[in-house]
């Protein structure tokens, strides 16, 4: 399967069969992102919580796409508020669609809609293709119990956010990784706006040092994975 990296915490992922699945797609109103809403193609959305930069695009791509969301339970009634596809789930459930598996996770963060209500609790998930485990890990704070994602997901690539203020800072991001164990690291979230500008080159030397691998994918960069 193929994972492309839009800049902020938006990916692409797609399998070997050709589905198509969007990880918080905000595209048109970022300023790092290479391409616009209107150039991308979703058969799923899964987003991980509401806030602007995670949602982002998402309604306008799915609008086009026909996508199915794919969210926790109160993020998914609000898409389909809003007159879309949603398949809900809970944090700590997963389920098996004919791509693959998705299973969320616990992420410490809030969950606002643009509209200012509640919107659930911010999620990390777990995305399984072919044996192959993407951690993304959504905005949070480091938790300790990521090391119980990594004991019971193998993970290949964790997409971890780096950028502090709103997530964990470089150090904490590396005490994350460190945690989950992945075969390889991807830093996210970081460099979209000032408040969350850090080097990322840090975080790869670092977990160099200790004998992780980390792949710093540039904005716009598809990988075969
Ligand atoms: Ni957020
Ligand atoms: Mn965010």
Redesign the pocket.
């Known amino acids: 399967m193929k994972l492309k990296y839009f800049s902020h915490s938006a990916f692409q992922i797609t399998s070997s069969g050709g589905t198509t699945i969007l990880i918080d797609p905000f595209l048109d109103g970022n300023p790092t992102s290479p391409v616009k809403s209107d150039s991308v193609n979703a058969d799923y959305i899964i987003l991980t919580?509401a806030?602007g930069?995670?949602i982002g695009d998402a309604f306008r791509i799915a609008k086009r796409c026909n996508s199915t969301f794919i969210c926790t339970y109160e993020l998914a009634n609000y898409c389909k508020a809003k007159g879309f596809n949603a398949h809900d789930m809970s944090i700590g459930g997963g389920h098996n669609f004919d791509f693959g598996r998705i299973k969320f996770t616990i992420a410490h963060?809030?969950?606002q809609t643009p509209e200012g209500d509640y919107a659930g609790e911010?999620a990390g998930v777990v995305v399984t293709i072919d044996n192959t485990s993407i951690y993304h890990a959504g905005?949070t704070g480091l938790f300790y119990d990521m090391k119980l994602i990594g004991e019971m997901n193998k993970i290949d690539y964790m997409l971890v956010p780096i950028g502090d203020n709103?997530?964990m800072g470089i150090s904490d991001a590396i005490k994350a990784v460190e945690l989950v164990q992945p075969k390889i690291a991807v830093p996210m979230h970081y460099n979209t706006f000032p408040v969350i500008e850090v080097e990322p080159n840090e975080f790869k030397m670092e977990l160099e040092e200790k004998g992780i691998n980390c792949r710093i994918m540039s904005f716009g960069e598809e990988i075969q994975i």
Do not use: L
């Open positions: 919580h806030h930069d995670h963060h809030g969950s911010a905005d709103y997530t």
